[in-house]
Structures are given as structure tokens and as C-alpha cells.
């Protein structure tokens, strides 16, 4: 299947499609796409719809525990639908992850985002 970006519009076989539901395609032929999921749940969260984009995080993260940059996306979700704890949750998630996964860069910023958090409240 061909993907042709255009800008926020994607066309499928001569078909108009928006990023949305081009992702849902995706995902309906392979639901545990981490990629796919991951971009979803950024668009989702770009539209400001913060329950459809934290229920995709959450099912990018059940279905890759591994995926490291899920945790810091969805932990700035959590912040902005003012839910600082649980924020901080899948911080130390990610935190953990990132270091089993060798991902220094990924763990100083979620350490940085924790540390943060911490002084605010």
C-alpha cells in the first residue's frame, strides 16, 4: 500500500484520508503497530482530544512495555490533562524502561520531566 503525505491529508489509492484514520488502517491490519499507535495517539493529543490519545497510550504501552518514547509522550498528556500523579507514574516507567533499553537520552529527559514535577508539588 503506497503513503503519500500531504501535509495533515494522506492519500490511499486516489483516496483522501486524514492522518487518523490512515493510522486506523494501519492498525486494523496489524493492531500492535507500535509505530502506528504511537503516531495515532500523538495526533490525537495535537487535536487536543487527551482521552482518545492517553487510551491509545495506554495501548501502546500494555502491548510494547519496550517502547521508551510512549512513557515521555504520554506522561506530557497526563500533565496537560492535569493528572500530575499518574504522570509521574509512567515517568518512573519510562525511566526504567529507558534504562533497560540503553536509552540514556530518553532517561535524562523523563528524569529531568520527574525532577520537575517533584518541585512543583
Do not use: W
Not at 48 to 73: H, I, K, Q
Not at 93 to 98: D, E, K, N, Q
Amino acid at each position: 500500500m503506497a503513503f503519500i503525505a500531504e501535509s495533515t491529508k494522506c492519500r490511499i489509492k486516489g483516496t483522501r484520508m486524514d492522518k487518523a484514520a490512515m493510522l486506523q488502517e494501519i492498525l486494523k491490519a496489524n493492531p500492535r503497530d507500535a509505530f502506528a499507535r504511537y503516531g495515532l495517539a500523538m495526533d490525537y493529543a495535537s487535536k487536543d482530544d487527551l482521552v482518545a490519545s492517553l487510551a491509545e497510550f495506554a495501548t501502546l504501552l500494555r502491548d510494547n512495555p519496550e517502547y521508551t518514547p510512549g512513557y515521555f509522550m504520554a506522561a506530557q498528556t497526563l500533565v496537560r490533562a492535569g493528572r500530575t500523579a499518574d504522570a509521574k507514574q509512567h515517568l518512573a516507567l519510562g525511566i526504567a524502561s529507558a534504562a533497560r533499553t540503553g536509552n540514556s537520552h530518553a532517561q535524562g529527559e523523563m528524569q529531568a520531566m520527574l525532577d520537575e514535577l517533584t518541585l512543583d508539588s
